[in-house]
């Protein structure tokens, strides 16, 4: 059973442009989130993470924001290089668990120039 | 120049044939895991390692095994036990597993396995 959803498979997006990508969980026990980026036959690279006691978190061009109420996190990415183009998946883990992570099946982001 | 290697990257076995994919990390982190990708899917935890001579079972371990007798490397085995082993499989090493939510995960370039 997927615990966490990443409901669109892809995205295009204008360079210049925002780009969000959603998530949604249903797993109230998670209390991490993380977003990873991956090239085509290459390991995901990390990219940025929010714990359940903040509701955002930037780094530079890339924020993440987490609504607990709704069990809903998205990256934005402002603005958005053809360089962003990417499988971006979306990760949850809970203590209880020993922070194993879950992943989402991911979105396919084409940034156009 | 630390990182996680995984090799080789492509590998091409005969059904019935155990597989072992290799995984060596440089980082000194103390816990390592395997997942498996296939297509148009997220990653699937097959087994982790917290910490030497330990580990546990992940979502999907059946027809896998896995030995943590260094800190450094972590193989797993594909047994002919694994119905479906054609697929991407990555390794990934954090510095404390479980033992904080900031413990992120960090992954190395991944091994396609085809079994013919």
């Known amino acids: 059973d997927q615990q966490v959803k990443q409901n669109s498979p892809s995205l295009s997006v204008q360079e210049g442009r925002i780009s969000i990508l959603n998530c949604d969980y249903t797993n109230s026990m998670f209390d991490y989130f993380l977003w990873y980026k991956k090239y085509p036959a290459e390991g995901p690279t990390f990219l940025i993470s929010i714990s359940s006691i903040k509701d955002k978190n930037e780094d530079g061009r890339f924020t993440v924001f987490l609504n607990k109420s709704a069990k809903h996190l998205s990256l934005h990415i402002v603005p958005s290089q053809p360089g962003d183009s990417a499988v971006y998946f979306c990760?949850?883990?809970?203590?209880?668990?020993?922070?194993?992570?879950?992943f989402g099946k991911g979105t396919s982001l084409l940034v156009t120039p | 120049d630390g990182g996680i290697t995984q090799s080789p990257k492509y590998l091409f076995r005969k059904e019935g044939q155990n597989v072992t994919l290799s995984c060596e990390q440089n980082l000194n982190h103390d816990a390592m895991y395997w997942y498996r990708q296939d297509p148009g899917q997220g990653l699937r935890l097959i087994y982790y390692s917290q910490i030497v001579n330990d580990f546990q079972k992940g979502d999907i371990a059946e027809g896998y095994s896995v030995s943590r007798e260094k800190k450094e490397s972590f193989p797993l085995t594909v047994t002919s036990a694994q119905k479906n082993p054609t697929a991407f499989y990555l390794c990934?090493?954090?510095?404390?597993?479980?033992?904080?939510?900031?413990?992120?995960?960090?992954f190395g370039p991944g091994t396609r396995l085809t079994v013919l």
């Open positions: 990760a949850a883990s809970a203590s209880h668990s020993g922070y194993a992570l879950n």
């Open positions: 990934a090493s954090s510095i404390k597993g479980g033992y904080g939510p900031t413990d992120t995960q960090y």
